[in-house]
């Protein structure tokens, strides 16, 4: 059961030495966490933990948590847990895309499946997803917060079925169908940190605006990705990746969409054909195009959109919101 208010407040309390969260640390202090919980070196998980951690990510979602937390007075033993489930869980998820996109890049360097195999690496995502859960359960047991796996499980749930009707298609979808696909794989893990510290806090009532928030974020956040991926600057090997392989890409489809009947239905019998022999001609004909800069506006459309909607949220969920608004500003497009 979750304790009433006065307790919560009374024993979760951040105190003024508590976990540093500024720009400056916060990045160190999730490393630092994560370093002490992984495999140990000699085990053979240990070395591909340490492989895959080297280079952390921006830890966008540990970074909300402990945003959150830090607002809503959780103490710090409690908010590393939820910050140190989500992020694991993240990771998972990345591993877990490597393997069904076939890719050897993961933040400028090889990644897991291309330096151990697809077989080593679905068991360390698998690794990850465990140890993911134990912390939830550490962070349940110490806020007496007993929906924490269940809300970690759901958001599991839900990307996964995401990701699944993303790999499902045949040929590019269109626009609306890839928003909807962005939002089903990405929304749920963006959301989930600061889901588990409301919960933790008893504020249900900031839950429904802050989803409508996530929703439409969730959405920014993969076509920025899909941009970084066609200027190269994702972390892949090269740029324009996305359209090599024929995976789904937000300035991929915007080019499709701007074809002619013929040059679509040239594409699309090229997305369906095994081979992959013309797609240098398709690389020049979306650099040649309109499509990047397109994208890029109806991007800071999307994103003037949530300025707009979050304009009018109390104080604390506008300082939840800014690790993604400072990532997704961060970059030029």
Request: hydrophobic share 40%; proline share 3%.
């Amino acid at each position: 059961m979750l304790r009433n208010t006065a307790k919560v407040a009374d024993s979760h309390v951040m105190s003024s030495n508590g976990l540093n969260i500024d720009d400056d640390s916060e990045g160190n202090n999730i490393t630092r966490e994560i370093y002490q919980i992984l495999p140990s070196d000699n085990s053979d998980l240990g070395q591909v933990a340490k492989h895959h951690f080297e280079t952390p990510g921006k830890y966008i979602r540990a970074k909300i948590a402990l945003r959150s937390s830090k607002y809503f007075q959780i103490c710090p033993e409690v908010s590393i847990k939820w910050a140190l489930a989500v992020e694991l869980m993240h990771n998972a998820s990345l591993i877990h895309d490597d393997i069904c996109d076939k890719t050897s890049m993961r933040r400028g360097r090889i990644n897991v499946r291309a330096k151990f195999g697809n077989q080593i690496a679905l068991i360390f995502g698998d690794w990850l997803i465990g140890k993911s859960f134990e912390q939830a359960d550490l962070a349940a047991s110490k806020s007496h917060t007993i929906e924490l796996s269940s809300i970690l499980s759901f958001a599991l749930i839900k990307t996964s079925l995401g990701q699944s009707r993303d790999l499902s298609y045949q040929t590019y979808p269109v626009w609306n169908e890839y928003l909807n696909i962005a939002s089903e794989k990405t929304s749920p893990l963006l959301m989930l940190p600061a889901e588990g510290i409301l919960k933790i806090a008893q504020k249900n009532e900031f839950l429904e605006p802050l989803q409508v928030l996530f929703t439409l974020l969730s959405k920014c956040y993969q076509i920025a990705n899909d941009m970084k991926n066609i200027m190269g600057t994702d972390g892949e090997m090269a740029a324009l990746s996305d359209l090599k392989r024929k995976a789904p890409n937000a300035v991929v489809i915007m080019f499709k969409e701007d074809l002619n009947e013929k040059s679509q239905e040239l594409f699309n019998k090229w997305i369906q054909e095994s081979n992959n022999i013309d797609a240098c001609y398709w690389q020049k004909r979306l650099k040649e195009s309109q499509a990047f800069m397109r994208t890029s506006t109806v991007f800071k459309r999307m994103l003037e959109e949530v300025h707009q909607i979050s304009a009018s949220l109390p104080e604390e969920l506008k300082q939840i919101m800014l690790p993604i608004m400072d990532d997704l500003k961060r970059e030029e497009y």
